[in-house]
């Protein structure tokens, strides 16, 4: 990323102190939560991440410019009592961060990354942590329409769109290498990427995987993630015996990405799809559900299809296996779709104008 570092404060003004807040250790958030850190702290802004310990070791965000406390309790309101600005990332730290700043006049913003609640209690219990978030918050910031759509629904006072950007990950191995040490030299080979829970749609994709079965070779589906979801999805493999490999978390999913023929992205519901961004900036042909901030993401660079269909998710793949020509347009387009997203110094710049907003309400 490149970006200019801002001009010292001017004599007597003390620099923007802003505490970021990450309530787990998601990819998406993690990795724009560093981007944004890295953007923040060269133009003079003093950052702090509160986050889970391990998210530290790899994401660095001290490398970033960056304080890090762990996300505890009491780290995170002494770390807010400090604050000029409180930014939380998802649901869960948007809790905690409201807790936090209780009775302080310091903003809270909140990048929403969550999508309609399920059903039964636990849907009732995201509901009402939503509506609380929300109210809390001064501003809410979403990844997508349909996430700012959401936000209002559940009270928010001002919401706004605001693409949630990433770096590109970096291709160093080979492909052809990549290849075969998964054992798909002279097989189709196919990803998926993201933490294993059941909104991701991983029941639905090895439904998928079954009908794959039939065809000649054989893809291969490997899956990049971990999760919950793991003892399960690893019965139905071997019980069914499913041409698919998980291969847990992995730091090199933009290389995985870069040796795959197809990109699958099955789920419930995304709001910008870090899988979806990766592999339309790598040209790597994409499959993904119509679901969320997906279609305003990839427009006509990637096939869609609808939620939750088993059938058309795998027509969908064979159908593109079989047609290098339809792969090699997707190809071409997907860099292209990709050039018109906002960078990350435009994330960082808006988020610096909501700050100054922000601060310039609370001056006398």
């Known amino acids: 990323m ?3 570092p801002a001009p010292p404060p001017a004599f007597g003004r003390t620099p923007l102190r802003t505490v970021q807040v990450l309530g787990g250790g ?8 560093r981007s944004l850190a890295t953007g923040l702290a060269a133009r003079g802004v003093r950052v702090t991440v509160c986050a889970p310990a391990e998210t530290e070791g790899e994401y660095d965000f001290t490398g970033a410019g960056a304080r890090f406390e762990p996300a505890a309790v009491s780290a995170l ?8 600005i ?9 809790m905690r961060a409201a807790l936090a700043v209780r009775g302080q006049r310091v903003p809270l913003v909140v990048t929403w990354h969550s999508g309609p609640a399920g059903e039964g209690p636990l849907g009732q219990l995201t509901r009402l942590l939503e509506r609380r978030v929300a109210r809390a918050a001064a501003v809410v910031l979403g990844a997508s329409s349909a996430q700012v759509d959401h936000a209002r629904r559940r009270g928010a006072r001002d919401a ?3 693409a949630v950007s990433v770096p590109a ?3 160093r191995a080979d492909p052809g290498k990549v290849r075969a040490e998964l054992g798909a030299v ?5 990803i998926a990427v993201g933490s294993l829970v059941p909104h991701r749609g991983y029941q639905l994709l090895l439904d998928a995987a079954r009908a794959w079965r039939a065809l000649d070779p054989v893809p291969l589906l490997v899956i990049a993630g971990e999760g919950p979801q793991r003892a399960a999805l690893a019965r139905r493999i071997e019980t069914e015996a499913l041409p698919v490999r998980l291969l847990g978390r992995r730091p090199d999913v933009a290389e995985l990405l870069a040796a795959a023929d197809v990109a699958v992205l099955p789920s419930d519901w995304e709001g910008r799809s870090l899988l979806a961004q990766e592999a339309l900036r790598l040209g790597v042909p994409l499959v993904a559900t119509s679901v969320g ?7 006509d660079a990637a096939v869609l299809v609808p939620r939750g269909d088993a059938a058309a998710l795998s027509a969908a793949v064979a159908s593109l296996l079989d047609d290098p020509g339809r792969r090699g347009v997707l190809s071409v387009a997907g860099p292209r779709q990709a050039a018109t997203w906002p960078t990350e110094d435009d994330t960082v710049a808006q988020v610096l104008a909501v700050y100054d907003e922000l601060m310039d309400r609370r001056r006398p």
Do not use: N, Q
């Not at 002279?186 to 196919?190: A, I």
């Not at 901030?293 to 427009?299: A, F, K, R, T, Y």
């Open 169 to 171: 990950g970096a291709v």
């Open 86 to 94: 409180v930014h939380a990332h998802g649901l869960h730290a948007g």
């Open 186 to 190: 002279e097989r189709p080979l196919l």
């Open 77 to 84: 309101r002494v770390a807010c009592a400090g604050a000029d």
């Open 26 to 33: 998601s990819a998406g958030s993690c990795a724009h939560v």
């Open 160 to 162: 706004r769109l605001a």
């Open 293 to 299: 901030g997906v279609p305003e993401l990839v427009g």
């Open 2 to 4: 490149s970006s200019t």
